[in-house]
Nanobody
Framework: QVQLVESGGGLVQTGGSLRLSCAAS????????MGWFRQAPGKEREFVSG????????DYADSVKGRFTISRDNAKNTVYLQMNSLKPEDTAAYYC???????????????????WGQGTQVTVSS
């Protein structure tokens, strides 16, 4: 069992930055690929970014490439999402997920994730 707790969301103006954190419980954090997804009201949950177990492989949705950076610290059981140049369309609840996989690449599909956090709200004002 893995418990995930996100933090770092908030209200920011267009062009601003936020850093999301996701702290995981347990001793097997490095066994999990990690990812960030988001869900806006009335829309489906969508992939934002993923990172492999070692951190050597990352992937991003086209809408955030060049603006967001995912990273992880396996010693601290934490994954981060640095969000720069935020836009109003980035407004959503952001969820951290953990996928127990053997692949060495990032995981893009929500159905492959085994655990989810409770979410943290990001609101970007225009």
């Amino acid at each position: 069992q893995v418990q995930l707790v996100e933090s770092g969301g908030g209200l920011v103006q267009t062009g601003g930055s936020l850093r999301l954190s996701c702290a995981a419980s347990g001793r097997t954090f490095s066994s999990y690929a990690m990812g960030w997804f988001r869900q806006a009201p009335g829309k489906e949950r969508e992939f934002v970014s993923g990172i492999s177990r070692s951190g050597g492989s990352t992937d991003y949705a086209d809408s955030v490439k060049g603006r967001f950076t995912i990273s992880r610290d396996n010693a601290k059981n934490t994954v981060y999402l640095q969000m720069n140049s935020l836009k109003p369309e980035d407004t959503a609840a952001y969820y951290c997920g953990a996928a127990r996989v053997v692949t060495t690449t990032a995981v893009l599909r929500a159905r492959q994730y085994d655990y989810w956090g409770q979410g943290t709200q990001v609101t970007v004002s225009s």
